[in-house]
């Protein structure tokens, strides 16, 4: 009898709830109860957010697949970002999720899809210009370290064998992590027209960027960074003592780490050095339009020109059987890895990331590459296809690469597979994680990983607008 009582209760709760509009009031009907935060514990709430989640949910034929996008596309502002305004300037610091640090690369991709509502919600722009703003301090404080702590706390890695400082939580030397700050800033901007937060402060920040790249072009020596870690894993230390393989300077910049945060065996990673470029004349665009300062824009120019220069000469490749495409790492002696990242930047993003067109036949034989037997990484498994990483080892798909392959792509049908493995490989928590088993989706890493569900999310909101037609089917 109470459990009819409660059935009961429910189910008027349920009713007027989805009277009201509830979220997650259609879903539940179907079982799918919202995963989301109660109200009072969101870490932030945007109306511009929550209306669009509202909006494209009554498009979502799917109950899971409409559940999912409820629960993954707000989780970075529920459950990641700390807003102050501090110095009458809005700051913000913005978790990974199950790890309390901020990485610059990931912090940046967690609020990028709410970039285009930032004109609709007075508080959503204030929270983004906050991620500019701290970025801007991070680099400031080190342009070579990948992930800072809230303050100066110190780190579980402070042993690492590196320049350590109390505010940094890793400092593994990625170009992408500056590129992203480039990215988020830039397109603020140009989303906004604010320009309020590329002052003087920021203008340092940039001119450490472009020295830290060119730094690590390597023309007079291997430069001020190095890093080992006390480790038996190999892809989480540097070698030839921190300074990693040789290279030929050839006008490419070394990375020491891919955005997986494994360490490159060749050091000029291509992605990120196409990453750079793009970053490099958005650099240039602010300088001349907001600095106003001609010279450092000249000099992000040139220095975009060359790094593009030395990729069409050193990193376009010649696979045994695929023919020619771009390199994932190269040293300038020759030698060459054929191999993709999970992350972001990789191969398989780099229209995605701008530097070229998803037709480029170059791209599309790299893309051919990474989603083939031809590439050591990538699995077919009971639960559908994808790229797996040194970073969580064999037989584990991550789903990011899955839906990068869906962001690059224009075929509705792949599309839609892409859609159908990540509505099912879940484990059936609401989330998308950093990676499950190809034949067991409740064998997953990664329990809380926001940029992967805001990632999901992104890609809803793009099919919706482009290929709304996808969420009217059933992908069960």
């Known amino acids: 009898m109470v459990a009819r009582r409660e059935f009961i209760r429910n189910s008027s709760l349920l009713a007027g709830a989805m009277a009201l509009g509830f979220p997650g009031a259609v879903f539940a009907r179907a079982g799918y109860v919202s995963k989301r935060p109660p109200l009072a514990d ?35 502002l ?145 430069g001020p960074y190095h890093f080992q870690r006390n ?20 006008g ?26 793009v970053s490099l004349h958005q650099l240039s665009e602010i300088s001349t339009e907001v600095y106003k300062d001609a010279a450092f824009a000249k000099e992000c120019k040139e220095l975009a020109e060359e790094v593009d220069r030395a990729i069409k000469a050193y990193a376009i490749v010649e696979h045994p059987s695929l023919g020619k ?44 590459f ?9 699995y077919k498994g009971k639960y559908g296809e994808g790229v797996g990483s040194p970073h969580t080892g064999v037989d584990k798909i991550w789903p990011m690469s899955i839906i990068m392959k869906a962001l690059t792509s224009s075929d509705k049908e792949e599309i839609a597979a892409c859609l159908k493995t990540l509505r099912n490989t879940d484990g059936e928590t609401g989330f998308i994680h950093e990676s499950y088993h190809k034949d067991n989706p409740s064998d997953y890493t990664r329990p809380w990983f926001a940029w992967v569900n805001t990632l999901f999310g992104e890609l809803i909101v793009k099919i919706h607008n482009e290929y709304p037609e996808l969420l009217k089917r059933n992908y069960a």
């Open 370 to 378: 990474v989603w083939s037997p031809f590439h050591c990484w990538f």
């Open 78 to 222: 529920d459950t990641t970002v700390k807003f102050k305004v501090e110095n009458g300037r809005p700051d913000t610091f913005v978790l990974t999720g199950d790890i309390h640090a901020m990485w610059l690369r990931d912090s940046t991709a967690q609020v990028w899809p709410y970039l285009e509502l930032v004109n609709e919600d007075e508080k959503l722009k204030q929270l983004i210009a906050g991620v500019v703003n701290r970025q801007t301090k991070c680099v400031i404080i080190d342009p070579y370290a990948n992930a800072f702590n809230e303050g100066p706390t110190g780190s579980e890695w402070d042993s690492d064998l590196t320049e350590m400082k109390p505010e940094l939580h890793e400092r593994k030397w990625e170009i992408d992590s500056l590129c992203y700050t480039v990215r988020l800033a830039y397109n603020y901007w140009k989303k906004t027209g604010d320009a309020s937060v590329l002052d003087d402060t920021h203008k340092k920040a940039a001119k450490l960027i472009v020295k830290t790249f060119k730094e690590q072009q390597r023309k007079d020596g291997p």
């Open 231 to 250: 480790t038996p894993k190999q892809s989480d230390t540097v070698a030839n003592s921190g300074y990693g393989s040789p290279i030929l300077p050839v």
């Open 325 to 368: 495409m771009y390199g994932f790492e190269v040293d300038g002696f020759g030698n060459r890895l054929f191999l993709d990242d999970t992350n972001v930047p990789s191969l398989l993003s780099i229209p995605y990331l701008g530097y070229t067109t998803a037709d480029d036949p170059l791209y599309q034989t790299a893309r051919h």
């Open 252 to 277: 490419l910049i070394a990375s020491m780490f891919r955005p997986s945060d494994d360490a490159t065996v060749f050091p000029f990673l291509i992605p990120s050095n196409m990453f750079a470029v």
């Open 42 to 76: 969101r870490k932030f709430t945007s109306q511009a957010v929550e209306k669009m989640i509202a909006t494209i949910k009554k498009e979502v034929a799917d109950p899971k697949l409409g559940w999912l996008f409820e629960n993954c596309f707000p989780n970075t």
